[in-house]
């Protein structure tokens, strides 16, 4: 796919109109290799289905000549045993996701809402160019719907590394699988590679247990998938871009701001964005946090200043100190006020910062 070429000397509106034409192609692109996606997995879920139930209708016959003992089984009441255990088996499907976290455009400050939610270890995701796409899967057993999440965790309950079709026989147990994690992993990358489409890496076709669903236009051919003329350039913002720096230093902020905070309301800081980003965040971080280091000394000095002219007021002597217990006070209570008014604006800056409200919760 060829990327639309912009002249460096181009009006400022020139070049925004160029931008808008890149993504809206690559957002093209990337939804016509989904699409030839989902019809591939779909037809290994089916597949897997098929046998999953012919497997278990099996085990079950087995067992009931078993219990039979020698003799033949009543055929009504087995037939029967067979149509519910086919039911309680559960179907798979694949499909393009259509919220807007999925095609939309995604903004520098929404990147950096995934990074402080700990959801991506990049401020240079393809989802800021529209070159990635969601397509989750779906599984159905027994009148149940349930949108599988995100991360290896749960993709094991309906994927899991031990798998036997024996497992669906038992009616009280509810069995959410057709086939190991091991034959998904192997079905999901064959069907993304022969889309021509690659995982969030944007190199491999493999699933990538922690963002399974997200699938973006490959930056490097594959062998047996996308080639060389399936590879796209521009499909994410360069280390140097603004939208990367407005991310960083977003993603910064909001450390600088919590860092110091109590035990509870302190974030769990992103190892990977601080690694990956190491200088820029070093710098963004540095200049945030002496900001807000200043404001804790002011708080300080004042606190202390405040204790000292109240013990003046007291006692009436000039060179009267105040008590410390009576400055720990102060400082606490300048501490615990600050530390109010930092988590305060923390929330309103990442609420600021979020794609999608009715989907991601504001901070209260």
């Known amino acids: 796919m060829n990327t639309p070429k912009t002249d460096a000397k181009a009006a400022p509106a020139a070049k925004k109109d160029d931008s808008k034409k890149l993504t809206d192609q690559l957002a093209k692109e990337v939804s016509e290799r989904a699409g030839k996606l989902v019809p591939k997995i779909n037809a290994a879920f089916t597949k897997a289905r098929t046998e999953a139930v012919k497997q278990a209708k099996a085990e079950l016959e087995k067992k009931a000549k078993k219990e039979a003992k020698g003799g033949k089984p009543d055929a009504k009441d087995l037939a029967k ?7 309680r088996i559960p179907s798979f499907s694949a499909a393009i996701s259509d919220n807007i976290e999925s095609s939309g455009l995604r903004t520098a400050d929404e990147q950096a809402y995934y990074a402080i939610k700990g959801w991506s270890s990049t401020c240079s995701s393809a989802h800021m160019r529209r070159a990635a796409i969601h397509v989750p899967v779906t599984a159905v057993r027994a009148g149940k719907s349930k949108v599988i999440p995100h991360k290896k965790t ?48 944007g190199k491999k076709p493999d699933l990538a247990p922690d963002d399974p ?37 977003n993603y910064a902020e909001y450390i600088a701001l919590t860092d110091d905070l109590p035990k509870g309301k302190k974030l769990k800081r992103n190892a990977e964005i601080e690694k990956n980003y190491k200088s820029l965040f070093d710098k963004k971080f540095k200049a945030a946090k002496a900001k807000v280091d200043a404001e804790r000394k002011k708080a300080k000095e004042q606190a202390e200043k405040a204790a000292k002219a109240e013990a003046k007021d007291n006692d009436k002597k000039k060179d009267k100190k105040a008590d410390p217990k009576a400055v720990k006070a102060k400082t606490d209570e300048a501490t615990k006020k600050l530390n109010d008014d ?11 910062m979020n794609p999608d409200p009715s989907r991601f919760k504001l901070e209260k």
Do not use: Q
Not at 81 to 87: G, P, T, V
Not at 163 to 192: N, R
Not at 221 to 247: I, L, Y
């Open 342 to 352: 930092l988590e305060k604006r923390a929330k309103k800056l990442v609420n600021k």
């Open 213 to 249: 669903w997200h699938v973006e236009l490959p930056r490097k051919a594959v062998k047996g998938g996308a080639d060389k003329a399936d590879v796209v350039k521009k499909t994410r913002p360069g280390r140097s871009d603004k939208e990367v720096n407005a991310c960083v230093e």
């Open 154 to 201: 749960n993709l094991l309950t309906y994927f899991p590394s031990k798998y036997s079709h024996a497992d669906h026989l038992d009616e009280k147990k509810e069995v959410w699988a057709i086939m190991s994690y091991a034959d998904f992993a192997k079905a999901w990358a064959d069907a993304v590679k022969g889309a021509k489409l690659a995982n969030w890496g």
């Open 81 to 87: 045993k067979k149509s519910e255990l086919e039911k």
